[in-house]
């Protein structure tokens, strides 16, 4: 009964504690506002309700609207940026873009990833630095599940909104590649991150070979594919040639994308191992829970922790 009591104090005590590091991680809202930029951009997508929209802000943080400028992404927007596209597509995924400063860089962070099925923040990575955006805190949401495909089209109008012109050639090869990406995860069964670790290393080594044809681009293509150990349909392999293709001719700096995709990558391997590779606080973790349910068991089982070992 002893130690029962003594767990269950122990509890009482480390719920709070868990709830004090939860919230110290939730968004920040208490930031001054960068006069350089202008509010953060909040962008809705269209076809949410009231509620859901309200769901959306509590989720990215947003406390006081007035710490905000808020805008609305419908299918209008979509054909707008990218050509054929169709006007009438629903639009749930919702974003908050915080510019910053020349050499940040992209900070992607998908705050319920579990409604977000099919695009990682790896993948909205490498299509937004394909598209110009650079130097940015993005955060990602939306209330049901989506696909997540047309925050791409309201990070585009949160940057046509802050006055920034974006070349629309760039803007469609980006919708091109987050299609493509999706496609090789859904319908090869490639791993998200494997897909995106691929289009970012064939990035790599077109800024190190400069390659001048699209037989060039081909033969990276394929290297990449053999040093990856992925394997994919001759259909497959002519649409990311054809997609890498357009990005040589559109002169984009692979080099600088590249460079600030390593760096996003590195990022996120940081935050996750800090978390995930505690070995040392998550076996603390177990050991009291295990504690707990041998102390409920001992108590419920009607003997004490002496007739217990004796068992």
């Not at 790896?122 to 650079?134: D, P, R, S």
């Not at 890498?244 to 600030?260: A, T």
Request: charged residues 30%.
């Amino acid at each position: 009964m002893k130690r029962f009591t003594i767990a269950l104090l122990a509890l009482v005590l480390i719920i709070p504690a868990f709830s004090m590091t939860a919230n110290a991680s939730d968004h920040d809202t208490e930031e001054g506002i960068d006069e350089r930029f202008g509010l953060p951009i909040l962008v809705l997508g269209g076809n949410l309700d009231e509620a859901q929209k309200q769901e959306v802000r509590e989720m990215l943080g947003v406390d006081d609207p007035e710490m905000v400028e808020e805008v609305t992404v419908t299918g209008e927007d979509l054909v707008r940026y990218i050509e054929g596209e169709d006007s009438r597509a629903r639009m749930f995924s919702s974003a908050k873009i915080t510019r910053q400063d020349e050499g940040h860089g992209l900070v992607i962070e998908r705050v319920n990833p579990e409604n977000i099925t099919q695009v990682t923040d790896t993948m909205y990575a490498n299509a937004l630095l394909t598209a110009g955006i650079e130097n940015a805190d993005v955060e990602i949401a939306s209330p049901v599940k989506v696909s997540g495909h047309s925050a791409l089209t309201g990070i585009y109008k949160a940057y046509e909104v802050s006055g920034e012109e974006l070349d629309t050639a760039r803007l469609e090869v980006a919708n091109d590649e987050l299609n493509l990406a999706t496609d090789l995860a859904e319908e090869e069964g490639i791993d998200q991150e494997k897909v995106s670790e691929l289009l970012a290393e064939i990035k790599q080594a077109i800024a190190e070979q400069n390659p001048a044809t699209r037989e060039d681009i081909e033969q990276i293509i394929n290297e990449q594919l053999s040093n990856l150990e992925i394997n994919l349909s001759e259909e497959d392999r002519q649409r990311l040639t054809d997609l890498f293709d357009q990005m040589r001719n559109l002169n984009i700096n692979f080099d600088n994308v590249s460079e600030q995709l390593n760096d996003l990558s590195t990022a996120i391997q940081d935050r996750l191992s800090d978390v995930v590779n505690d070995e040392g606080f998550w076996q603390s973790v177990r050991d009291f829970f295990q504690g707990l349910i041998d102390a409920i068991s001992n108590l419920f089982g009607g003997g004490t922790e002496d007739e217990s070992a004796n068992e």
